[in-house]
């Protein structure tokens, strides 16, 4: 009797005990991992008059002078201001300039990605043709403004700059631009002072030729690229 008590006594113990264990409290947490890349993007945009003025994107401001553009057409083969190449490249290309003749352009460049983007540098490239049109040709820019998605803006340069040559120019443009950095939706605008028509004078981003320019200019041509190298903001290579 005393041994059988003794085994009913060691079940029931057997049995709290085992339920004690299982009575433990738990839980499970999990670590669940995504990654999305963003997307690197810039491009060229003719100002689209989002801010209530309509623009001439570009046109010169002499009679004669060969150039097609959206807004403007003219007889002179492959001449003209148009956007091309995914929007990578702005071509600015006009014929049958004479003394006193000269072309502007009002472009924008848009970061379209969502990564933000810095101007690392801005050079002249693939020059081609002759440097005495390249030293009597007049370059000028004016007006550059860096607009921000949120609405806000910085003014850049607001006053008429003149150049003598090309180097000039692009040297000058890197000066004013390198190290800029675009975030999502923000843009660079070069424009100018007359939003619905032809100027009487260097509008934007603007080549003249001189009244000055004498017939040692006659049946020349130049030509030249602008080429900007833009980085991911945190790109160490810009603090070299």
Not at 31 to 57: A, R, S
Not at 206 to 226: K, N, Q, V
């Amino acid at each position: 009797m005393k041994k059988t008590r003794f085994i009913a006594v060691a079940l029931v113990v057997a049995v709290m005990l085992m339920g004690a264990g299982y009575a433990y409290w738990s839980d499970t947490l999990t670590i669940e991992n995504t990654v999305k890349t963003g997307e690197f993007d810039l491009e060229f945009q003719f100002p689209g008059g989002d801010d209530g003025v309509t623009y001439n994107n570009g046109t010169c401001y002499a009679d004669y002078v060969n150039y097609q553009s959206p807004s403007n057409t003219s007889p002179g083969g492959e001449s003209g201001i148009n956007i091309v190449n995914d929007k990578n490249t702005l071509e600015f290309m006009f014929t049958n300039y004479y003394p006193g003749a000269g072309a502007y352009c009002r472009f924008r460049i848009v970061n379209t990605g969502t990564v933000p983007a810095t101007l690392k540098s801005l050079v002249r490239d693939n020059v081609d043709g002759s440097e005495i049109l390249d030293e009597a040709l007049q370059y000028h820019v004016k007006k550059i403004v860096i607009k921000r998605a949120d609405g806000t803006e910085e003014t850049v340069l607001d006053e008429l700059q003149a150049y003598a040559n090309s180097t000039a120019f692009v040297d000058g443009l890197s000066t004013e631009l390198q190290g800029t950095t675009l975030y999502e939706g923000d843009y660079i605008e070069i424009n100018g002072d007359y939003p619905n028509g032809a100027p009487l004078s260097p509008d934007g981003y603007d080549i003249s030729l001189p009244t000055t320019a004498d017939h040692t200019t006659e049946e020349l041509s130049f030509g030249f690229d602008i080429t900007m190298s833009w980085t991911q903001w945190n790109d160490t290579s810009l603090d070299d």
